[in-house]
Nanobody, 117 residues
């Protein structure tokens, strides 16, 4: 079983920055993807950024140039640096870990990000 825990959300003014962190523990697979998703009220959950094993990060068009995802395979962690935040970035952000061999997906509980003046 894999436990996924996010941290780092909060309230920030437009144009500000936040850094989210994700830690995965338990049975970690040989090849796994880590990703960040978000869900705003009344909206579907959407992909923000994702890194597959041995690959570079891929980003949603809405966050390209503003968000940077990184991962540390030795620590089973991933970060999401969010700069130039906009009101429309307000959402609950979820970390996702996927076993690339089986497709099994694990989710964290989510962390709230609110961009408001």
């Amino acid at each position: 079983q894999v436990r996924v825990v996010e941290s780092g959300g909060g309230l920030v003014q437009p144009g500000g920055s936040l850094r989210l962190s994700c830690a995965a523990s338990g049975t970690i697979f040989s090849r796994y993807a880590m990703g960040w998703y978000r869900q705003a009220p009344g909206q579907q959950r959407e992909l923000v950024a994702r890194i597959f094993s041995g690959r570079s990060p891929a980003y949603a068009n809405s966050v390209k140039g503003r968000f940077t995802m990184s991962r540390d395979n030795a620590k089973n962690t991933a970060n999401l640096q969010m700069d130039s935040l906009k009101r429309e970035d307000t959402a609950v952000y979820f970390c996702n870990v996927v076993d690339e061999n089986s497709g099994t997906s694990y989710w964290g509980q989510g962390t709230q990000v609110t961009v408001s003046s």
